[in-house]
T-cell receptor
Framework: AQKVTQAQTEISVVEKEDVTLDCVYE???????LFWYKQPPSGELVFLIR??????QNEISGRYSWNFQKSTSSFNFTITASQVVDSAVYFC????????????FGTGTSLTVIP | DGGITQSPKYLFRKEGQNVTLSCEQN?????MYWYRQDPGQGLRLIYY???????QKGDIAEGYSVSREKKESFPLTVTSAQKNPTAFYLC?????????????FGQGTRLTVV
């Protein structure tokens, strides 16, 4: 079973629009960690954020914000006032305390921001 | 600069040949990982290593082999037994193997079988 689901395969928005990337996860562990990564065309994954399962506070970093809701097992990522430089593939990932040897990645959401 | 270096960036291999992808890190991280990325399938774990001289199979280890003789190095060999090796390969490291911290990634190696 897929532990991390990113149902949106591709999204296109016009510059300055807001966009939300969805991430739904599945785990039986009570202690786990969630991550978002950005993969620009160069290929390298760039770390954006990490949350642990005990911290449901939403976080804002500039134009980026994250909404963590344990009740719906979701960890959604919103980009406000999108820019062309935001065009990339975004991955959500999960690691679990009891099987903490790997990161489980979703299939990614390809975001295109049209100027 | 500290980071993860993968080489080469592009690699072409003839069918039936083994090929080794290099991954070096100078972050003093204990854990290292190899992922394979195919279009529409996200990242899938091939092998990981939590300490020197120890490594474990991931979800798609068949046809691959690794070694971890030094902390900073984790080379991946794609053997002729790998039936569909054309893919983008990403190496990563993290301070510990517990997944408590984020992983840092190299720039990847794109392998093409010709």
């Amino acid at each position: 079973a897929q532990k991390v689901t990113q149902a949106q395969t591709e999204i296109s928005v016009v510059e300055k629009e807001d966009v939300t990337l969805d991430c739904v996860y599945e785990t039986r562990d009570t202690t786990y960690y969630l991550f978002w990564y950005k993969q620009p065309p160069s290929g390298e994954l760039v770390f954006l954020i990490r949350r642990n399962s005990f911290d449901e506070q939403n976080e804002i970093s500039g134009r980026y914000s994250w909404n963590f809701q344990k009740s719906t097992s979701s960890f959604n990522f919103t980009i406000t006032a999108s820019q062309v430089v935001d065009s990339a593939v975004y991955f959500c990932a999960l690691s679990e305390l009891n099987t903490g040897n790997q990161f489980y990645f979703g299939t990614g959401t390809s975001l295109t921001v049209i100027p | 600069d500290g980071g993860i270096t993968q080489s080469p960036k592009y690699l072409f291999r003839k069918e039936g040949q083994n090929v080794t992808l290099s991954c070096e890190q100078n972050l003093n991280h204990d854990a290292m990982y190899w992922y394979r990325q195919d279009p529409g399938q996200g990242l899938r774990l091939i092998y990981y290593s939590q300490i020197v001289n120890d490594f474990q199979k991931g979800d798609i280890a068949e046809g691959y082999s690794v070694s971890r003789e030094k902390k900073e190095s984790f080379p991946l060999t794609v053997t002729s037994a790998q039936k569909n090796p054309t893919a983008f390969y990403l190496c990563a490291s993290s301070p510990t193997g517990g997944g408590y911290t984020e992983a840092f990634f190299g720039q990847g190696t794109r392998l093409t079988v010709v």
